[in-house]
Each structure stands twice: as C-alpha cells, then as structure tokens.
Nanobody
Framework: QVLLVESGGGLVQSGGSLRLSCTAS????????MGWYREAPGKERELVAVIRRGGTTHIQDSVKDRFTISRDSATNTVALQMDNLKPEDTTVYYC??????????WGQGTQVTVSS
C-alpha cells in the first residue's frame, strides 16, 4: 500500500505561480513512477507530468513551457512547479504513483484556481 499526501493548491491570479507537493509513504520501494494528473468537470483525468524511477520526465505539451516536475528522493516527495498559470489551469490536481505491477495509487486531490 502507498499513501500519497498532497499540499500546495490554492487561489492565484493569472500569471502567478503555485507549487504542488506530494509525499509518498508505505511501500515506496515498489514505485516506478510518480506524477500529477488533473481532472476538469465533465472531462477525463489527464496526465500533466510524470517522473520515472530513473529520473526521466514527461510533461504534457500544453504546459511544458510553464510546468516542471521534480523529485526529492530523500523525502519521497514529488513537486509540480506551475508558473505563468492561466485560468484554464483551474481544476483539481491529483498526485499519482504507479508501482511495478502497474497498480495506481491516488492522492486526495488539491484544488488549483486561477483567477483572470
């Protein structure tokens, strides 16, 4: 079992920045990748960014010039730095961890609201 605890969401003006953090605990040795997804009302949950065990990253094309993902292995924390935020980034963001068996764990979700 893996527990994911998120922090860092909130309200920001357009053009501002937020940093989301996600700390994993439990059977973390089995984690292959950690990342962030977002889900807008009426839409499917979509991948925003992921960082894999070896350190490679993938960021969604629509945000790759504004978002970065990083990892602190000492604290089992993955962070999503979001700069130049836009109103269309407003939604709930979920931390995700995938283990070696392709089982997914999810955080509780954190709201990001960008005002215009």
């Amino acid at each position: 079992q893996v527990l994911l605890v998120e922090s860092g969401g909130g309200l920001v003006q357009s053009g501002g920045s937020l940093r989301l953090s996600c700390t994993a605990s439990g059977r973390i040795s089995n984690i292959n990748a950690m990342g962030w997804y977002r889900e807008a009302p009426g839409k499917e949950r979509e991948l925003v960014a992921v960082i894999r065990r070896g350190g490679t990253t993938h960021i969604q094309d629509s945000v790759k010039d504004r978002f970065t993902i990083s990892r602190d292995s000492a604290t089992n924390t993955v962070a999503l730095q979001m700069d130049n935020l836009k109103p269309e980034d407003t939604t709930v963001y979920y931390c995700n961890a995938e283990n070696v068996n392709a089982h997914n764990y999810w955080g509780q979700g954190t709201q990001v609201t960008v005002s215009s």
